[in-house]
């Protein structure tokens, strides 16, 4: 049994055979996954987009936010409707949210903004938050930035959060986990280059990392290149059982618990 805590099942890329991949995640057993609902970013119609697959979907279950992408786009219009949205019974978080100075779509102290007034609106709502970070080259900025924004105005909420495709270092992690943040690690810690990936994941306790696919980006070896999509999650699980002496089966398990008591869901076990 295995959890993608982490895909864009909306995304088009799926549009063509959405169905069948999700019985291909059946089939792999991973049988419970988490929509992320970014959508197309604001303007567009699309801040919904996982709460209707979690609806139509067993086992699906669902995010809304702005993705710093787009948080040049917002509006107090769209920040109206992620508050009713985030009301949905389907929805277990508030995300992906926070800072991405490696492609720099919206200026970074726009980022910087709407990331805070989002971890307010997710404190209102009682939901934890998922986290993007992703710095520019050879960098630890957006680090730096986030740590001190979620010390700042998180950390005194009681409620927690998920470092997504993490890809820090270990001192990162290090901190994160202090701050009581779960690490979620996608199928980039395949790649060869990956190393630092790997050391947190070898270093992290058991009870506080997730299994993602970020799908339909970022597949794993030895799907590199190709869509990737939450059946593949399988190879995640199995390269950090290769890393700490388990069994795929095992790192599935324990990332599936680990994933319903964070969200405080009734397990399917
Ligand atoms: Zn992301
Ligand atoms: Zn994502």
């Known amino acids: 049994m295995y959890t993608d805590s982490h895909c864009h099942l909306e995304n088009k890329r799926f549009d063509a055979d959405r169905a069948e991949a ?18 197309d970013g604001p303007g567009t119609g699309t801040l919904d987009c996982a709460i209707k697959l979690a609806h139509e979907n067993p086992g699906v279950y669902a995010t809304v ?3 710093p ?17 985030a009301r949905d019974p389907k929805v277990i978080a508030w995300g992906e949210i926070g800072l991405d100075y490696f492609y720099d779509h919206s200026p ?47 950390a005194g909420s009681g409620l927690a959060g ?35 990936i790997r050391d947190a994941a070898a270093m992290a306790p058991l009870d506080r990392i997730f299994i993602e696919t970020d799908s339909p980006y970022l597949a794993p070896v030895p799907h590199r290149g190709k869509r990737n999509e939450p059946a593949f999650v399988v190879e995640t ?11 795929r089966e095992a790192i599935g398990a324990q990332t599936t618990a680990n994933f319903y008591r964070f969200f405080g869901l009734v397990t399917q076990l």
Not at 69 to 85: G, N, V, W, Y
Not at 122 to 133: D, N, S
Not at 238 to 247: D, K, P, T, V
């Open 69 to 85: 992408h787009e948080a040049a786009l917002a509006t107090p219009a769209d920040f109206d409707e992620l508050r009713r949205l």
């Open 237 to 247: 699980a199995r390269q950090i059982g290769e890393l700490r002496g388990l069994s």
């Open 65 to 67: 936010g702005i993705h």
């Open 162 to 196: 998920v470092l997504h495709c993490f890809t820090g270092t270990v001192d990162h992690a290090r901190v994160a986990l202090d701050l009581g943040f779960v690490l979620s690690f996608a199928g980039n810690i395949t790649y060869p280059k990956a190393q630092n």
């Open 108 to 154: 970074r102290d726009v980022q910087q903004g709407v990331f805070v007034q989002q971890m307010e609106m997710a404190r209102t709502a009682k939901l934890p938050i998922i986290i993007h970070c992703r710095p520019s080259d050879n960098s630890e900025n957006a680090w730096d930035d986030l740590l001190r924004l979620i010390r700042e105005h998180w």
């Open 22 to 39: 999700f019985a291909r995640a059946q089939a792999a057993g991973v049988t419970t996954m988490l929509a992320i609902g970014n959508g």
